[in-house]
């Protein structure tokens, strides 16, 4: 069975760090482009950082995240990370884990980040 399971949201406040975590089924982990998305009410889901390719050596991050997210992996434990680093209150929302494999696209349950002060 496809899984993928976040954790590690939460309420933190203006310049806080946060680190979120995706763990993966390892048919899917190997196998797909994996990435985070997040959305917000009312909003469209947008792409916050994705590997490029399954082999996740390379990643393109939003504009609106560049420099302070990084986007990593252990294969070890079949995880997807998301650092995030000098929080801003607009990056609260609800965030994704995903994967596409064979033009197919697999989504996490979502976990809530708040940004505020």
């Known amino acids: 069975q496809v899984q993928l399971v976040e954790s590690g949201g939460g309420l933190v406040q203006p310049g806080d760090s946060l680190t979120l975590s995706c763990a993966a089924s390892?048919?899917?982990?190997?196998?797909?482009?994996m990435g985070w998305y997040r959305q917000v009410p009312g909003k469209q889901r947008e792409l916050v950082a994705t590997?490029?390719?399954?082999?996740?050596?390379?990643?393109n991050y939003a504009d609106s995240v560049k420099g302070r997210f990084t986007i990593s992996r252990d294969n070890a434990k079949n995880t997807v990370y998301l650092q995030m680093n000098s929080l801003k209150p607009e990056d609260t929302a609800v965030y994704y884990c995903?994967?596409?494999?064979?033009?197919?696209?697999?989504w996490g349950q979502g976990t809530q980040v708040t940004v505020s002060s």
């Open positions: 590997f490029i390719g399954s082999s996740g050596t390379s990643s």
């Open positions: 390892g048919s899917l982990f190997w196998s797909a482009v």
């Open positions: 995903w994967g596409l494999r064979l033009g197919r696209n697999y």
